[in-house]
């Protein structure tokens, strides 16, 4: 394919930039940088919508938009921000004279139902919006713009007013809806055949609606789902099925027309974002794989966080994809037009709030997956994508307002990209006080795109919206042509012949609407020239054919693509394995040891075989001594990891003639064994010679005993045996003061001796965060309750306790300070290391802060220094943790269930058993304290935010 390289040369002038945080009107002028044959306009801007949190594009070539006017008012001053009191809306834009600005804007809907929502499909007259707990279908039978009828359509999904909830739908080739949920959950969801899909992880907070998640469900298809998801579901509302699981927070999911899906998932604040191709049936590995730990509960001795933010050392996991750094993924669509020129057909455009952009991939195929190495920034609001943001230079600071929430494509073939105009992003919070948003078009320089007419009552309209750029309109051509039936064969036969292969992929999925003649024409496709054709075919083939899938897949069980084995591999997973054993076998024999896209669409092919599958390879292989292995029958163990395989991964292990890499890799695989066997034989690894391997046993006998091992090593010792001393008399005093029968006076002199110690304090706080201390015992207790040195405590108590020194600063005061970035730096590394990381100095107990001036400008920055409560960082929210003993602690959860582990707000980490607790209750403020109980004087603030707003190469300096 011929590409082109973006440099970020052309300039356009696109608007103005509103003063938001003020709610002034628009003042300075601003720039996108696109490549220089393109050219970026002002599309639409507020006051015709407010704060676009996602978009799509109809028939017509009209923008309908959700609106989030209402985001997040649990955590912002509805009296200082735009509010709807009747609900948030969805609205329609359009250009009417076609002269590339809109012109008309009208409310479709307005309803109290619509909390934030986080996603619109407009398909054929039905909109579908995603807002949880629910998809909501509004119908417009008559064509006026008004819904007719409302039905709940799913429910039941986690996430109310949460960036982490349900996100949008799309059509995909194969006529079914497609959506991405991310993981506040629980998510309990049943379709209209009573299949129901229960999915969770240990992750709660966020919002006050978030506070109860379960991890380790099973489905009605007998699978545990854990985290983010991408299912997808007929249109009259059965059939759901999990596609991929294990995302943080996918906000969208793009299926291109051979099927494949794409998404970009947010990290978890430690400079990890990715974009990802998505295995049918992939665990994604965000969470561990039933989501009862966080990935900072399972990271390991020596791995570098990213690798441990996905579990990519871990068997069963997809390849992370490309990863690209610190950001707030949002928006994805792939191109599959020439509108904008043969070069651009194909690029997967991504957008991310947090870095100001819209990033360009054109996926390569590589062995079983795809290479996105090549991605970079495809539209920009800043032009580098690090660029230094000077202190005092408004200009630049507000170019890192543009938060692009999604880009789609448009029935022109248009690039239209919505941008929700904020100094911040994430955090459940805004500073926009005016719900300001634009909405901007990106086209060729000297090419006029024009919106067509599509007439669907004549054929030749239902082809055009068929072959359309935009993904819902081509539903409607194909919903079209295949209520004609086999009479529109001959016309299909022509578009297979197309030089767009993405208009024949289509054709191939039309093709097995049309009964028995069309699935016979899919049948010869299985042999295509286009690897990619052949994949599309037995996609289908899958749906429309499913009784001789087996005989597809062992067709092209011996394809020469890798991609097309991988296919028939994920074809035959639910197939048991005495009859798929023959395909498993010719699929074993394409793995050259190394491709991990394939290794792991042969793990999927044998999910629930593990052990069949070992033993009929073994016997194939002559069962050779484990030192003997190949290189592809070992990475097949590994990711495999079956009961049996136990004692043979503990003598690799312990074989010195083998690389240690590879003995490395077979503790890992004994590590993932769930029984009594396999947590022998890593006991006696401890006996390795080799200090690598001994101390790899020794951390998984002391990680294990928490969870899948515990029955088994009972009388081992582990330095995490003992908990925190018991506080008999704390937890007396508590429950004294819980007792509802005591009198007033009871409960205070109770509140009052809990006051005396620091376990004690602790319970107050769980009393004062329940409501169930009144104002004025509060306020007898402020001073002995604030008494102590330790200044995360003070912070904490502080926020429960009102105290009249809060810690905070005033943020217009500290703003227009003059800073000093070089002394910034050693105010930093004097105080603020201890937990967080900047390059490789700091802890991890805080979020990375190595590149977060790519996300926010400088005020941001000093915002989230001096109200660290306002806006705190997924998966940063304390929890305060009481144990029956009577001890109490509180820090970051770092995984729930039956084991409980908390990282205290010194980085020190608590192992407990999950029936030694006596309950949990999430703290709403943050567990970093404010400045002056650090303490950092206002000029200290301003001194750091100077220094961290400043870009890799000028921190090294």
Not at 435 to 448: D, Q, S, T
Not at 808 to 830: I, Q
Request: with cysteine; aromatic share 8%.
């Amino acid at each position: 394919m011929n590409r082109i390289y973006i440099s970020l040369i052309g300039i356009f002038l696109i608007g103005a930039w509103a003063a938001c945080q003020q709610g002034n009107a628009p003042q300075t002028e601003a720039k996108l940088f696109v490549a220089d044959d393109l050219e970026a306009t002002v599309w639409a801007e507020s006051s015709m919508f407010y704060n676009p949190t996602n978009m799509d594009v109809d028939i017509r070539g009209r923008i309908w938009i959700t609106e989030a006017v209402n985001y997040r008012n649990f955590n912002n001053d509805s009296a200082r921000h735009l509010t709807h009191a009747a609900g948030d809306r969805v609205m329609i834009l359009e250009d009417t004279d076609g002269d590339g600005i809109a012109d008309s804007s009208k409310v479709f809907i307005q309803d109290k139902d619509i909390v934030s929502p986080l996603g619109i499909s407009v398909i054929g007259n039905k909109v579908i919006v995603s807002c949880s707990p629910s998809v909501i279908v509004y119908t417009d039978e008559d064509g006026d713009d008004r819904p007719d009828h409302k039905e709940v359509f799913l429910t039941g999904f986690g996430g109310l007013d949460h960036d982490h909830g349900l996100h949008t739908g799309v059509a995909g080739p194969d006529g079914k809806w497609y959506f991405a949920v991310g993981n506040a959950g629980p998510h309990v969801v049943t379709d209209k055949n009573g299949w129901t899909l229960r999915a969770g992880s240990v992750y709660t907070g966020g919002s006050p609606y978030n506070g109860e998640n379960t991890p380790a469900q099973r489905s009605d298809d007998g699978r545990i789902w854990t985290g983010g998801l991408v299912f997808r579901i007929n249109p009259d509302g059965t059939g759901l099925e999990v596609l991929g699981h294990n995302f943080r927070n996918s906000y969208e999911v793009a299926v291109d027309s051979y099927g494949n899906m794409w998404q970009s998932d947010n990290d978890d604040e430690v400079d990890a974002c990715r974009t990802s191709w998505i295995m049918e049936g992939g665990n994604a590995g965000f969470f561990s794989e039933t989501g009862v730990r966080t990935w900072r509960a399972e990271r390991r001795p020596g791995q570098t966080i990213q690798t441990a933010h996905w579990h990519q050392e871990d068997p069963g996991v997809m390849p992370v994809g490309k990863i690209y750094g610190p950001g707030a993924p949002t928006g994805i669509v792939v191109n599959e037009s020439d509108a904008l020129g043969k070069a651009y057909r194909g690029i997967l455009l991504s957008a991310d709030a947090g870095r100001n952009a819209i990033f360009g991939y054109y996926p390569t195929p590589e062995g079983a997956g795809y290479d996105l190495s090549d991605g970079s920034p495809f539209i920009s609001s800043t032009g580098v994508d690090d660029e230094f943001y000077r202190w005092n230079n408004v200009d630049e600071n507000t170019k890192k307002w543009f938060r692009p929430s999604d880009v789609a494509i448009g029935t022109d073939g248009a690039i239209y990209v919505a941008d929700w105009y904020d100094p911040i992003v994430g955090g459940h919070q805004m500073m926009d006080s005016v719900g300001y948003g634009r909405i901007y078009r990106i086209a060729p320089k000297n090419k006029k795109l024009i919106t067509p007419k599509i007439d669907l009552d004549q054929t030749s309209g239902q082809i055009a919206a068929f072959l359309n750029p935009a993904i819902n309109v081509r539903n409607q051509g194909f919903e079209q042509l295949k209520a004609q039936g086999s009479e529109i064969l001959p016309e299909l036969m022509k578009l297979l012949e197309s030089e767009n292969p993405y208009h024949r992929a289509r054709t191939v999925w039309l093709l097995g609407q049309l009964g028995r003649e069309g699935i016979d024409k899919i049948v010869g496709l299985l042999g295509d020239h286009d690897p990619q054709i052949r994949i599309t075919a037995l996609r289908v083939l899958r749906q429309v054919d499913s009784g001789h899938l087996l005989a597809y897949a062992d067709r092209i069980a011996d394809d020469p693509s890798p991609a097309v084995r991988r296919e028939a591999a994920i074809a035959i997973r639910d197939i048991p394995f005495e009859q798929s054993s023959p395909v498993i076998m010719k699929l074993v024999d394409g793995f050259d040891g190394e491709d991990r896209f394939y290794l792991n669409a042969l793990g999927v092919a044998m999910e629930g075989k593990e052990s069949e599958a070992y033993a009929a390879l073994l016997r194939r292989a002559g069962n050779p001594e484990p030192e003997n292995w190949s290189k592809a029958f070992a990475a097949i163990v590994w990711e495999l990891h079956p009961d049996e395989a136990a004692d043979a991964l503990k003598q690799r292990a312990l074989n010195e003639k083998l690389d240690l890499d590879v003995r490395k890799k077979a503790v890992v695989a004994l590590g993932f064994i769930p029984t009594r066997e396999a947590a022998v034989s890593m006991r006696g690894l401890l006996a390795s010679a080799d200090q690598d391997i001994a101390g790899s046993a020794q951390w998984w006998l002391q990680f294990r005993k928490t969870n899948d091992w515990r029955p088994y090593l009972g009388d081992w010792e582990s330095p995490l045996d003992k908990l925190l001393d018991a506080q008999p008399e704390a937890l007396g005093y508590y429950n004294q003061y819980r007792d509802d029968s005591g009198s007033p006076n009871d409960k205070r002199k109770a509140a009052l001796q809990l006051a005396t110690s620091k376990t004690g304090k602790l319970y107050l706080i769980e009393l004062a965060a329940a409501g169930l201390l009144p104002d004025s015992l509060k306020a007898e207790l402020r001073d002995r309750v604030l008494a102590d040195d330790d200044r995360n405590f003070r912070a904490l108590a502080a926020h429960y306790f009102g105290a009249d020194d809060t810690g905070s600063y005033d943020l217009e005061e500290v703003a227009g300070l003059p800073a000093d970035a070089e002394r910034g730096k050693t105010l930093f590394v004097a105080n603020c290391i201890v937990c967080h990381k900047i390059g490789s100095i700091g802890r991890e107990i805080g979020p990375d802060l190595s590149n977060i001036h790519t996300r926010f400008d400088r005020r941001a920055i000093l915002d989230g220094i001096i109200n660290p409560a306002a806006a705190v960082a997924f998966g940063s929210e304390p929890y305060l943790v009481l144990l029956k003993n009577g001890a109490a602690l509180y820090g970051l959860m770092l995984s729930d269930g039956p084991v409980v582990t908390i990282m205290d707000p010194y980085g020190k980490q608590y192992v407990i058993d999950g029936e030694a607790v006596a309950g949990r209750r999430h703290l709403n403020t943050s567990i970093m304290p404010p400045p002056s109980y650090i303490p950092l004087t206002p000029q200290d603030a301003a001194d750091i935010s100077a220094y961290l707003s400043m870009n890799d190469k000028e921190l090294n300096d």
